[in-house]
């Protein structure tokens, strides 16, 4: 790439000479028009008066009267003739195009795309189905793009670029001056930095008068800086990007796999649910639709070719996606403090597909064998009560808890787990809550008097918000009293994953009107409504009347707040934003919330005893846990930005630390360790975010592909960690396909367009020519006022006027 000084310097800049008239004293427009004119109109007036309106030849000298004195302001508006001396800048084009490998694909150009093939041929003069996109672009290059903007009076710029961009000399075949290369593009470039392209020529031509870019290429970005960056430099600086997409727009024939979501963290005996996208491309060029088998292996090692088979799934994907979830048995054995399990997801190949980078997926989660602790409060000892309670103190024993009942007396022994000191009054400050708990749940408690007094109350709640913006999870269960309609104006509304209605009302149901939730994604349940690993078992058990007891009464909240996500909802209540909410999740800001609005889960005993149910708040104490369970030492959080990096591309870190208080750590750097597959230790700086005490960022530049590790250490001992994984890049081979998208959005983002080669003149419309810029230079003025004929002009209106008044035997 060239030095940008090497690129900024101006053209040679030619001159002209602009001629134009003006009146150099004259007023505002406004002032003519509301002040002068009137004046002038005034006079004629005081000279004939209403003689104007009756006698017609009067009208006639009114109107000589008024040209007069026209003339005579005219004169005092000192009318002159200015001759000024430009610059003219004239308009420039910078031309973009892709030399990066793909560049090399010969397409095919079969089926229905026939008609774009035409009209490339008819643009470049050559075939697209023999031709190479590298040879395409530069044709159309030659053939019509130069000599269109050229002709139109444009000054064209083209560079070349792949992982960097070169200027284009197309010189002119004249002495002493250079020749273009016989071809332009060797399609060599082992990546696409398009992003780093746009923002480098904009620079390199930043005293330029450039008044638009065009872009040739298959839109396969693979690096460098966003395109989005790109986007937003070229539309501040009023610079539209028109886009030129090379080679056939259609999808390859395959099958690819793309990872959802899958949780970081997860309990010694959970299951672990991983949903997937498996998508088809090329679909069109297949006989018939295929059917795919899909298998979660588990791995003894993360670099190991294959594992234990734990779940399999036939699926027919379609052309848009379709979703699945496979899941994995809970780990036999135990867990010691922390390990990981590693997974691979894996897709046969279709005949005859040949990128198969994409039909398998390896991930690691974490296990832990940490206790949950749980923080339940409720106001009086409710059928939902009693039951949760049992549950929490010996139904999981990972999970240990301290309840709370607000309508006990002060001597009343509060219930905990066996080895916990029960609760003789609330916590009131936020390091006591993150100190002993990780979960807090409330039940059906008035706010402003959950506590002994008001001040312990309003402590309490103060302490809670601090808790959930710390990470802490927090669950509020509908009741008929209070929850959660007595905290509207308090700070946990705000932590509400719902938005209360504003009638207030205090619910629904009788005990005539039975109802069972509906799950709103049936096909993806969440983790804390996957009971049964079956989706369609699982569907029947919360939906059918073999499945589990009824409800009957619910809190009707508005709706779910933006972000949040719905998991059950009612199947026949409805306002206007749809059916109503039964239980929503959200997060606030680093905190999990969830909202329950039905107060009987204890019902679910009959039939299935209490299999079920504890099951269910067995998830929902979970999923509100791991926000605080991410980490060995919950003071401490560090997270790769993803979980799979390319190569080529630089690992982002991200970290949060607290002090002993629980605060946030102002320290102006962290040190944080990491090692490469090899076993080599590295050592790495991340830096504090501004006005964001204890959270850090940083980068990591990793050499060598495989499963890499980071963590924070401090007084030599570690405090959390993390991994990710790093694989060789697919680059410009792997996807050769042309990504329209990306293009689209580069030139919509700019007010351009993007559309294929064949639609050239489209883009060429778009530069009319007359684009030049004149910058003045001296000018020079030359009075018109002060001449005979001004002069003579103005006397021989007064003098028609005045022989008219005598003819007419007027004073």
């Known amino acids: 790439m060239m030095p940008l000084l090497a690129q900024a310097v101006p053209p040679e800049l030619a001159e002209g000479l602009a001629s134009r008239f003006e009146l150099l004293d004259a007023p505002a427009t406004w002032i003519i028009v509301l002040v002068v004119l009137p004046l002038v109109a005034g006079l004629v007036w005081l000279a004939y008066g209403r003689r104007l309106v009756t006698d017609p030849g009067t009208r006639v000298l009114g109107g000589l009267r008024f040209v007069a004195l026209l003339l005579l302001v005219f004169v005092l508006f000192r009318p002159a003739r200015v001759e000024e001396r430009q610059e003219v800048r004239p308009a420039e084009v910078v031309i973009l195009l892709d030399d990066s490998a793909s560049m090399a694909r010969t397409d095919a150009w079969a089926g229905e795309n026939g008609g774009e093939r035409e009209a490339q041929l008819g643009v470049t003069g050559i075939d697209p189905r023999g031709s190479t996109r590298a040879e395409l672009a530069e044709a159309a290059l030659r053939e019509k793009l130069l000599p269109a903007l050229e002709e139109r009076g444009y000054e064209p710029h083209p560079y070349t670029f792949a992982d960097g961009w070169t200027p284009i000399d197309l010189g002119d075949g004249a002495a002493g001056q250079p020749t273009a290369p016989a071809s332009l593009l060797e399609a060599r470039g082992v990546a696409t930095h398009l992003g780093d392209a746009v923002l480098g020529t904009l620079a390199a031509n930043a005293t330029r008068h450039v008044t638009g870019m065009v872009v040739l290429g298959d839109g396969r970005n693979t690096g460098g800086a966003p395109v989005v960056d790109a986007s937003r430099r070229a539309s501040a600086a009023g610079i539209p990007v028109h886009a030129l997409v090379i080679g056939d727009t259609r999808d390859e024939v395959g099958l690819s796999l793309e990872l959802v979501d899958v949780p970081e963290t997860i309990m010694e005996d959970d299951e672990l649910a991983v949903r997937l996208r498996l998508s088809v491309q090329g679909l069109d060029e297949l006989d018939e639709q295929p059917r795919a088998d899909v298998r979660l292996e588990e791995l003894a090692a993360p670099d190991d070719a294959s594992g234990r088979i734990v779940d399999e799934r036939e699926e027919r994907p379609e052309p848009g996606g379709t979703r699945l979830t496979l899941v994995a048995p809970r780990s036999e054995g135990s867990a010691s403090g922390e390990a990981r399990r590693h997974f691979l997801v894996r897709v046969p190949p279709l005949p005859g597909e040949v990128q198969l980078d994409d039909n398998e997926l390896r991930f690691s989660v974490r296990v832990t064998s940490q206790t949950i602790r749980v923080l339940y409060v409720d106001g009086y000892p409710r059928w939902e009560y009693r039951f949760l309670k049992e549950f929490l103190k010996r139904g999981d024993a990972n999970i240990s808890v301290r309840c709370y009942l607000g309508s006990a007396s002060p001597d009343f022994p509060q219930e905990a787990s066996q080895d916990l000191t029960p609760l003789t009054s609330l916590p009131t400050t936020r390091e006591e809550l993150l100190d002993d708990y990780d979960v807090v749940l409330l039940g059906d408690v008035n706010p402003r008097r959950i506590g002994r007094t008001e001040a312990e109350s309003e402590a309490f709640i103060d302490a809670l918000f601090a808790f959930v913006e710390a990470g802490g999870g927090l669950g509020m269960q509908a009741g008929e009293?209070?929850?959660?309609?007595?905290?509207?104006?308090?700070?946990?509304?705000?932590?509400?994953?719902?938005?209360?209605?504003?009638?207030?009302?205090?619910?629904?149901?009788?005990?005539?009107?039975?109802?069972?939730?509906?799950?709103?994604?049936?096909?993806?349940?969440?983790?804390?409504?996957?009971?049964?690993?079956?989706?369609?078992?699982?569907?029947?058990?919360?939906?059918?009347?073999?499945?589990?007891?009824?409800?009957?009464?619910?809190?009707?909240?508005?709706?779910?707040?933006?972000?949040?996500?719905?998991?059950?909802?009612?199947?026949?209540?409805?306002?206007?934003?749809?059916?109503?909410?039964?239980?929503?999740?959200?997060?606030?800001?680093?905190?999990?919330?969830?909202?329950?609005?039905?107060?009987?889960?204890?019902?679910?005993?009959?039939?299935?005893?209490?299999?079920?149910?504890?099951?269910?708040?067995?998830?929902?104490?979970?999923?509100?846990?791991?926000?605080?369970?991410?980490?060995?030492?919950?003071?401490?959080?560090?997270?790769?930005?993803?979980?799979?990096?390319?190569?080529?591309?630089?690992?982002?870190?991200?970290?949060?630390?607290?002090?002993?208080?629980?605060?946030?750590?102002?320290?102006?750097?962290?040190?944080?360790?990491?090692?490469?597959?090899?076993?080599?230790?590295?050592?790495?700086?991340?830096?504090?975010?501004?006005?964001?005490?204890?959270?850090?960022?940083?980068?990591?530049?990793?050499?060598?592909?495989?499963?890499?590790?980071?963590?924070?250490?401090?007084?030599?001992?570690?405090?959390?960690?993390?991994?990710?994984?790093?694989?060789?890049?697919?680059?410009?081979?792997?996807?050769?396909?042309?990504?329209?998208?990306?293009?689209?959005?580069?030139?919509?983002?700019?007010?351009?367009?993007?559309?294929?080669?064949?639609?050239?003149?489209?883009?060429?419309?778009?530069?009319?020519?007359?684009?030049?810029?004149?910058?003045?230079?001296?000018?020079?003025?030359?009075?018109?006022?002060?001449?005979?004929?001004?002069?003579?002009?103005?006397?021989?209106?007064?003098?028609?006027?005045?022989?008219?008044?005598?003819?007419?035997?007027?004073?």
């Open 481 to 811: 009293l209070d929850n959660p309609r007595s905290y509207a104006g308090t700070p946990l509304e705000t932590l509400l994953p719902v938005k209360l209605d504003p009638a207030g009302r205090a619910g629904f149901g009788s005990a005539e009107t039975p109802y069972r939730p509906v799950l709103e994604n049936p096909s993806r349940p969440h983790p804390i409504v996957r009971l049964i690993p079956d989706i369609e078992a699982n569907r029947r058990m919360f939906e059918d009347e073999d499945g589990l007891a009824p409800f009957y009464w619910f809190y009707p909240v508005e709706r779910a707040k933006a972000g949040a996500d719905v998991l059950l909802s009612h199947p026949f209540e409805e306002n206007r934003y749809g059916r109503r909410p039964l239980l929503v999740t959200g997060h606030h800001p680093a905190g999990r919330t969830l909202f329950l609005a039905v107060d009987s889960t204890w019902r679910w005993n009959w039939r299935f005893r209490d299999t079920w149910r504890q099951r269910f708040w067995k998830g929902a104490v979970r999923w509100l846990a791991l926000g605080r369970l991410k980490s060995g030492d919950r003071r401490f959080t560090i997270e790769p930005g993803r979980t799979s990096y390319g190569l080529d591309e630089r690992v982002t870190i991200g970290a949060r630390v607290l002090d002993e208080d629980w605060n946030g750590s102002t320290d102006p750097e962290l040190e944080v360790r990491w090692e490469d597959p090899g076993g080599t230790q590295h050592q790495a700086t991340l830096n504090l975010e501004e006005q964001r005490p204890g959270s850090y960022q940083g980068a990591l530049e990793v050499e060598r592909p495989g499963h890499h590790r980071v963590w924070i250490e401090l007084d030599g001992v570690e405090r959390t960690g993390a991994t990710f994984e790093v694989t060789l890049p697919s680059r410009e081979s792997s996807d050769p396909t042309p990504d329209p998208e990306a293009l689209a959005e580069l030139a919509g983002a700019t007010g351009g367009l993007s559309v294929s080669l064949g639609q050239l003149d489209e883009v060429l419309a778009r530069f009319p020519g007359g684009e030049e810029r004149r910058e003045p230079l001296s000018a020079r003025f030359e009075d018109l006022w002060d001449r005979w004929l001004t002069l003579l002009l103005i006397l021989g209106v007064l003098s028609v006027e005045w022989i008219l008044r005598k003819r007419m035997d007027l004073p």
